[in-house]
Nanobody, 118 residues
Framework: QVQLVESGGGLVQAGGSLRLSCAAS????????LGWYRQAPGKQRELVAV???????KYADSVKGRFTISRDNAKNTVYLQMNSLKPEDTAVYYC????????????WGQGTQVTVSS
């Protein structure tokens, strides 16, 4: 098990930027892959980006070229730099920890709201 705490959400105008952070603590085995998912009201939770401890990344097509995921293994922290934000990026963003970049793990943060105004 790993504990995940997100920060950095907020309200921005379309075209603006935000940087999300997620600090992980506990089992390192449950944070081999750290990633971000998002969920809008009435919508299914979807993958945004994920990164392995070795630096392998996976992005949703809708965010490629705009978002960048990174991690600092020494700090057990994952980041999501979000540029050129669009109103459709509005959602609650959740940090996730698991053992594979190919499927979500069982560990979730509490979520942080990102709202993009037009």
């Amino acid at each position: 098990q790993v504990q995940l705490v997100e920060s950095g959400g907020g309200l921005v105008q379309a075209g603006g930027s935000l940087r999300l952070s997620c600090a992980a603590s506990g089992s390192t085995g449950s944070s081999i892959a750290l990633g971000w998912y998002r969920q809008a009201p009435g919508k299914q939770r979807e993958l945004v980006a994920v990164i392995s401890i070795g630096g392998m990344t996976k992005y949703a097509d809708s965010v490629k070229g705009r978002f960048t995921i990174s991690r600092d293994n020494a700090k057990n922290t994952v980041y999501l730099q979000m540029n050129s934000l669009k109103p459709e990026d509005t959602a609650v963003y959740y940090c996730n920890g698991g053992t594979s970049i190919y499927r979500a793990g069982s560990n979730w943060g509490q979520g942080t709201q990102v709202t993009v105004s037009s």
